[in-house]
């Protein structure tokens, strides 16, 4: 054990950008176990509960990251490992220096003792030191090949992190406005039957690039349906229509976005695409079920 905590404190004194995302990876991994086993508590409840609970768990992993790459004043919050100013270093072996009496003794000394030559004492002094600072010993150690890579690395955990996020981010908030203007592009207004039957709170729109019915938006929610639906009777329009109703009510829009932001900041681990995937699953089948 002593050697593991050794190896953790050491691996935070040379490397403290993959030690800081080393200790994240297995938080966000103790999360998404405890998330996975609840699920498997709740698999015969229903699932808008085990919705819940990935929705919370993408939360929470969204938080984490926000820590990483929190502001300075929020930086002296936390546990903190101090690290000591000075490593110690091997030391010299002790100088040995004879010291011997002063030849002043009396007779009767030398007689009993024998002379003062025999009376000579030996003593250690320990020889001086200066202990060298820790950064210079880390100059030292780390002035070419791997080290010197992953030393230089290391200073850019957080900037690497960072610069992957706003790459994920980026590409899935174009693909979404991608998806939404091809969308309105190629739609048409619905024909009269269809939006009599359409809920107040949601537009609707029909494209011939859909082949399902598809909900969008959050805040004013449209409902795309194929071309084909001019043709289906009241009671599949009005299941459609209630499945994606039961949608827009759940906010399952904005919780999808908030866990895609989530498993864009993760982007590096796949845990959170996974938990992305298990929320999209229990959104559908809450809906169903409605």
């Not at 960072?162 to 406005?177: D, I, Q, V, Y």
Request: aromatic letters at 10%; glycine letters at 4%; hydrophobic letters at 50%.
């Amino acid at each position: 054990m002593n050697v593991l905590i050794d190896s953790l404190l050491s691996l935070h004194a040379r490397y403290p950008g993959f030690f800081a995302v080393l200790a994240l990876a297995f938080k966000a991994t103790a999360l998404f176990s405890l998330a996975w086993f609840v699920v498997q508590v709740l698999a015969h409840r229903s699932a808008r509960a085990r919705n819940w609970v990935w929705r919370l768990t993408l939360s929470m992993l969204l938080v984490l990251a926000g820590w990483m790459a929190r502001p300075a004043p929020l930086a002296d919050f936390g546990f903190a490992i101090n690290v000591a100013d000075h490593l110690p270093v091997k030391q010299d072996p002790p100088l040995m220096t004879l010291k011997r009496h002063s030849a002043e003794t009396t007779s009767d000394t030398a007689g009993s003792l024998g002379t003062a030559d025999e009376n000579a004492t030996i003593t250690v002094q320990p020889h001086p030191v200066q202990p060298m600072p820790a950064a210079t010993a880390k100059k030292v150690a780390v002035t070419k090949g791997w080290p010197l890579f992953l030393r230089r690395l290391d200073d850019r955990m957080t900037t690497l992190w960072l610069l992957g996020f706003l790459l994920m981010a980026s590409w899935k908030a174009a693909g979404c406005l991608m998806g939404r203007w091809w969308l309105g592009r190629s739609s048409e207004a619905p024909s009269a039957s269809v939006q009599a039957l359409c809920p107040a709170e949601l537009g609707c729109r029909m494209s011939s690039r859909v082949r399902s019915p598809v909900i969008t938006g959050w805040l004013k929610s449209v409902v795309w349906l194929p071309t084909e639906a001019n043709t289906w009777d009241d009671f599949k329009l009005r299941a459609a229509f209630q499945h994606e109703r039961a949608h827009h009510l759940r906010r399952d829009g904005l919780w999808q976005a908030i866990g895609t932001l989530a498993a864009c900041a993760w982007w590096w681990m796949p845990l959170s695409w996974i938990a992305l995937r298990k929320m999209k699953t229990e959104a559908e089948h809450a809906a169903v079920r409605n």
